[in-house]
C-alpha cells in the first residue's frame, strides 16, 4: 500500500517512521511547505521507502492531484487545513486521518460524511492521542458494559524531570497548549452535553513509579465523544494531567488576557498578547530532556447486574534523546495505525466519522502493543 504523510514536524516525523516499518507499506510520500525538509525526513525517516515533494497544505487542488496516487493519507499539519484536505482526499478518492485539535474544525469535516460516502472514501478526523487514541479505548471500555455510569479520561505529556517553575515543558506546539487551557470544556453530566471551563475542576491523583500529580478540564480532549454518548453515558469528562501546582501558576497568566488574539498597543505598535505567550513558551520551555505520557481512564458501570470498573493505563517514557519523544509514538503512532487499517481495508465504514464509531477496538489495541506502547487493562 502507499500512504502520504503531509507536514513533516515533530509527530509527522513519528508517522513516516511508523508506517515505513510496517511490511505492506511500499511507499511512504513525504510533503512539506519546504521540499529539502521532507527529502531530510524521508531519508533519515522513511527506511528506503520515502519519497518527498513539495506541499503547500492550503493548495486542495494540489492536494487532491498528489493524493490521487495514495490509498491513504496523515494530515500532520495545523487543524486549519484539515477541511481543505478533507475536499481534496474526497475528490480524490483517497482515504484521510488528521491529528485534528479542534472541535469547530472536526464538525466542519463531519457535515461532508455525504460527499466522502458517495466517494468510497473514510476520512476520520482527531486521531493523535487525545483528541485520539482514547477515543478507540473509549469505545472499548463502553462495549464491556451494559450501561456506563461515568467514563473519566485522564492524560499528560510531562517531562520526566520537571524544572520549576511551572514544571513543564513543549512536547507540542504552543499554540495548541494555549488552545487547550483557553477554550471551552464539553463534558457529560446527567446524559447531556454541559460546558466547563478549562483549568477548573482542580483533582490529585498518583500513578506507580511517577508520584503525586494534578489534573484539571482542558479542551478538546473529550472531541466527539459527548457526541457519541449523549443520553447513553451518565458522566464523561476529560482532564490533563500536570505536576502539582501547574494550574495555579499558570491560570493567572490567562486570566489577565495573555491568551487573548485582540492586538494591544504597546507604543510602538500593537501585537496579540497570545503571539507573545507562545513565543516565550516556545523559547523557555523547549528544553528537550526526556519526556512520558501518561493517560488513565476510568469505567464504573453495570454489566449482569453487576457493578463494574474498567482501568485503562499507559505509562510512556523516552528512554533517550536520540529516540521519539514519548508525545511523538502516542500521538504519531494511533494515527499511523489508523491510516494503515484503513488502505488495508481493516475500515470498512465509508464518509467522514468518528473513529469510536468505525475504529475496531481489538484490532487498534493490537496494533498498539506490537508497537510497544504497554497499555494496561484492568477489570474489577
Not at 39 to 55: C, D, H, N, P, Q
Not at 298 to 317: A, C, H, L, P
Request: aromatic residues 6%.
Amino acid at each position: 500500500m502507499r500512504i502520504a504523510v503531509i507536514g513533516t514536524g515533530l509527530m509527522g516525523r513519528a508517522v513516516v517512521y511508523d508506517l515505513a516499518q510496517q511490511e505492506t507499506v511500499r511507499k511512504v510520500g513525504v510533503f512539506d511547505i519546504k521540499q529539502d525538509v521532507a527529502a531530510a525526513v524521508a531519508e533519515t525517516y522513511g527506511y528506503g521507502k520515502g519519497t518527498a515533494g513539495r506541499l503547500d497544505a492550503s493548495d486542495e487542488t494540489a492536494a487532491s492531484e498528489l493524493m490521487r496516487g495514495y490509498d491513504a493519507a496523515v494530515s500532520c499539519v495545523t487543524y486549519r487545513h484539515n477541511p481543505g484536505l478533507t475536499r481534496a482526499a474526497i475528490r480524490a478518492s483517497c482515504h484521510l486521518v488528521d491529528l485534528g485539535g479542534n472541535n469547530d474544525t472536526v464538525r466542519a469535516q463531519l457535515e461532508m460524511n455525504n460527499e466522502a460516502t458517495a466517494a468510497d472514501v473514510i476520512v476520520i478526523p482527531d486521531c493523535g492521542l487525545a483528541p485520539g487514541m482514547v477515543a478507540v479505548l473509549a469505545a472499548d471500555g463502553v462495549s464491556r458494559f451494559d450501561h456506563v455510569n461515568s467514563l473519566k479520561i485522564r492524560v499528560g505529556g510531562l517531562p520526566q524531570s520537571p524544572r520549576p517553575p511551572l514544571n513543564y515543558q513543549m512536547v507540542f506546539s504552543a499554540e495548541g497548549l494555549i488552545n487547550e487551557y483557553w477554550e471551552p470544556c464539553v463534558i457529560l453530566e446527567d446524559g447531556k452535553k454541559k460546558t466547563v471551563n478549562p483549568m477548573t475542576g482542580l483533582e490529585l491523583l498518583e500513578f506507580d513509579g511517577v508520584g503525586k500529580l494534578e489534573a484539571f478540564y482542558t479542551s478538546g480532549g473529550t472531541s466527539t465523544l459527548p457526541d457519541t454518548y449523549e443520553g447513553r453515558i451518565d458522566f464523561l469528562d476529560y482532564k490533563t494531567i500536570r505536576y502539582p501546582g501547574h494550574c495555579q501558576l499558570f491560570r493567572p497568566m490567562l486570566e489577565i488576557g495573555l491568551a487573548s488574539r485582540q492586538e494591544i498597543d504597546i507604543g510602538e505598535g500593537t501585537v496579540p498578547p497570545r503571539a507573545v505567550l507562545s513565543a516565550l513558551l516556545e523559547k523557555n520551555l523547549s528544553f528537550g530532556d526526556l519526556d512520558m505520557v501518561l493517560v488513565r481512564m476510568i469505567v464504573e458501570g453495570r454489566k449482569d447486574d453487576r457493578d463494574k470498573t474498567v482501568i485503562y493505563e499507559i505509562v510512556d517514557r523516552q528512554e533517550s534523546k536520540e529516540g521519539l519523544t514519548a508525545m511523538m509514538r502516542t500521538t504519531s503512532f494511533p494515527a499511523a495505525i489508523v491510516a494503515w487499517m484503513a488502505a488495508a481495508g481493516e475500515i470498512t465504514q465509508r464518509g467522514c466519522q468518528p473513529q469510536e464509531l468505525v475504529v475496531e477496538p481489538g484490532v487498534f489495541i493490537g496494533h498498539l502493543r506490537k508497537r510497544g506502547i504497554n497499555l494496561v487493562i484492568k477489570e474489577y
